[in-house]
């Protein structure tokens, strides 16, 4: 067998989604617009790679409003934010653009819209993640965040009327078994009209799930701080491949392709296509001499621009569809 990889599998679809584009693009038009420096209140998205390039470009990511002057240009992350960040930063002046990932949006409108209807929430994500921290913070009280199943026995809410919504980049598998526990334990639970899970992590999950039988390790690029990358790494494992997640080319180690040759690449919705191609630049200096592209989803999304970011001719937003090529 051979010592070290030979064929690459490429996962369809990979890397970048539109919220991710988005949120770039907004920090990169703030730049161009209002001039260096621009504030970015937590990553933009997680990914080093990424986040070097926009401070290399004059942002400066921040975690408090505290660190923000008077009359700053000021980006939300794509991951959202509370009201009280909302409210600090109107309350502060400053001119703000907001990089929430649409489909983010739309759970913190769900959140608010039932929470008028007297609702209480279950919210299936992972404690400390921003996004869950901006969605949980939506509401002063009334959302219990459940990480698995266990916690679910632990949520004692004051009333009946009970809503569930989960942060968006989860194994679609474990949410499923989380939400089918909140089931069971509020059978007349309101679940949201389309599942939160974007399609994005949807459509990388299950390229991951068609890829990892014909190979024999995964390779995904992502950085550590990337819920939706961590994800497609587990997910692999499961599947029986051997699984490693790396932040650069810099990562591999050649002894991780010992006797499997055959290698999958794939990348989370963070993750530029510039590593993508370092990578396999890499495994091709390791003896990779094969790299082929599976079939997969075609995404076809793109979301807007907040207005004083549009060019000439840019409006509203796309539909939101895919299609198998």
Not at 201 to 206: E, G, I, K, V, Y
Request: hydrophobic letters at 45%; charged letters at 20%.
């Amino acid at each position: 067998m051979s010592a070290g990889p030979q064929a690459v599998t490429l996962a369809e679809p990979r890397g970048f989604c539109a919220g991710v584009d988005r949120a770039i693009e907004i920090v990169e038009r703030a730049l161009a617009v209002h001039g260096a420096p621009i504030y970015v209140r937590h990553e933009i998205v997680h990914n080093t790679y990424v986040v070097g390039d926009l401070k290399a470009k004059g942002a400066i990511f921040i975690e408090d409003l505290a660190e923000v002057p008077a009359g700053a240009t000021l980006v939300f992350s794509a991951h959202g934010v509370s009201q009280a960040v909302r409210a600090e930063a109107q309350q502060r002046g400053f001119r703000v653009f907001d990089a929430t990932c649409p489909l983010v949006s739309k759970v913190h409108v769900e959140v608010a819209k039932l929470a008028r209807e007297g609702y209480e929430f279950v919210m299936i994500g992972h404690k400390g993640h921003p996004e869950v921290e901006g969605t949980m913070g939506q509401l002063g009280d009334g959302i219990y965040l459940v990480e698995d199943v266990a916690d679910v026995e632990r949520v004692h809410p004051r009333g009946d009327r009970i809503a569930v919504v989960t942060q968006t980049t989860l194994s679609v598998d474990d949410a499923a078994a989380i939400l089918a526990a909140v089931q069971r334990r509020f059978p007349q639970v309101r679940l949201p009209k389309q599942q939160d899970i974007c399609y994005a992590t949807q459509n990388r999950q299950d390229a991951v799930k068609l890829l990892a039988p014909q190979v024999d390790i995964v390779i995904v690029v992502g950085s550590p701080t990337s819920s939706n990358s961590n994800r497609l790494r587990e997910l692999a494992e499961r599947l029986g491949a051997a699984a490693y997640m790396v932040d650069a080319a810099d990562d591999l180690q050649p002894a991780w392709f010992e006797g499997r040759p055959r290698v999958g690449l794939t990348a989370g919705a963070s993750a530029p296509d510039i590593l993508v191609q370092q990578v396999i630049a890499r495994l091709r200096a390791f003896g990779a001499t094969s790299i082929r592209k599976m079939e997969g989803v075609v995404e076809d999304v793109h979301f807007p621009l907040p207005p004083g970011l549009r060019g000439p001719g840019e409006r509203g937003m796309s539909a939101v569809t895919s299609s198998r090529s």
